[in-house]
DNA sequence: TTATTAACCGACCGGTCAGTCGGTCGGTAG
DNA sequence: CTACCGACCGACTGACCGGTCGGTTAATAA
């Protein structure tokens, strides 16, 4: 996700070897419950060869990330830019979410997960990077969907959040296991968001 | 919220005083960051006071815990038995949520924030503590909702779950900077959760 | 072959923190 | 007054962990 091969010197390759294996144990444990020795041991490096490479812990961490945010920022983007009505292309970025690895989803989560460890212009950077990987995406397809008359009038910045946390309940576990199917569960947050769960009624009044 | 005043002892006060102030401390920052120091120093014992009246710092995150979400528990349980429509039922659910002072509905957040750092029963605890406190308790309201008619069908619990997800968009730090009014916030979840973000059309199709 | 340098090693350091333990103190029962 | 006990104190321990540093290895250039 991050580079097209060309010519990987071994110092990149190890660098590479080392956030990949940072990115799965981050994935499954909290930021201050995965040790420096334990990436370096899943990496087949040392501490030393570790600190060779990154900084420090906070900077390998925020390498990882950013430039796992950075190539979601690519995919979504081509959702964004595509034609079709704000459906269509909320349907399509969300899709592509979806469809996503595990590991690689999971990562979205990891950012709310332990923004608040962080502080000063690395935290900066890391909500920046989330922001314009995700919310501004789908807030740019909701704001055009308002200005279109497709949607009711709102915040479209409450409104896509509101979209995130949607598409995040259906990647829950339990979701998972009621809702086997990935189009089903692409539909489940659409349908909602888009309708509401309340009946349609002839006349359009709730209680 | 959590005993009428009765008799407290001098130790049942002091062990008050220790979940108080850690309260408190556990909202402004991650369990790892919270040192049992801290915790002591703010509630005026020292730390052999505190391990006096607690076993571990997880004995008393989870105590504070439980402690809480049996309050809330019991707010919500009022709602749900309450009379009308599933609208207004969850309504005034939610209204009593938004209503309560800020660190109290936080702590909400640290379950989840928090759920991953524990293990084995005291983790199962408190997952069923809080589903029992806040999902739960939605849920009960949309079985009604779906059962009435008032509500499209589909499974109750991802709805409630997504029930809960937009409340929490609306108490975000951008969403309270943006709709100021405690009441609006109300409208734009039930708004959304009922009737959804799109545009209400004479034919009922989008896209 | 030799010199140079980047990659890598792993023992070690300094600091932090949960949890312990011997002891003090104030109340209270006998 | 004495014996006892629960509440509380605070110095200390042991483990852990991020980060360092002197040294080794391997590749490459001269």
Redesign the interface.
């Known amino acids: 996700m991050q580079q097209l091969a060309e010519h990987p010197t071994k110092s990149e390759a190890t660098a590479a070897r080392i956030v990949a294996a940072a990115r799965k144990l981050f994935v499954g444990?909290?930021y201050?419950?995965v040790t420096t020795d334990m990436i370096a041991r899943a990496a087949d490096v040392t501490k030393g060869g570790l600190y060779h490479h990154f900084a420090s812990k906070e900077q390998l961490y925020i390498t990882m990330m950013l430039g796992d945010l950075a190539g979601k920022q690519r995919l979504f983007e081509q959702a964004v830019s595509s034609p079709g009505?704000s459906?269509?292309r909320l349907s399509r970025l969300t899709r592509d979410f979806l469809d996503l690895p595990e590991e690689e989803r999971e990562l979205t989560r990891l950012v709310r997960?332990d923004i608040?460890?962080f502080s000063g212009e690395d935290r900066e950077r890391l909500v920046r990077a989330y922001q314009q990987a995700l919310p501004v995406q789908v807030e740019a397809i909701?704001r055009d969907g308002i200005r279109d008359?497709?949607?009711?009038p709102?915040?479209p910045?409450?409104?896509s959040?509101?979209?995130v946390?949607?598409v995040?309940?259906?990647i829950?576990g339990?979701?998972h296991a009621?809702?086997g199917n990935s189009e089903d569960r692409l539909r489940?947050v659409l349908e909602?968001?888009?309708?509401?769960?309340?009946?349609?009624t002839t006349d359009?009044d709730?209680?």
């Open positions: 444990s909290n201050a419950d009505s459906y269509e997960r608040n460890i909701i008359g497709e949607l009711a709102g915040d910045r409450i409104l959040w509101s979209f946390a949607l995040e309940v259906v829950g339990y979701a009621v809702i489940q909602l968001f888009f309708r509401g769960a309340g009946r349609q359009g709730v209680a």
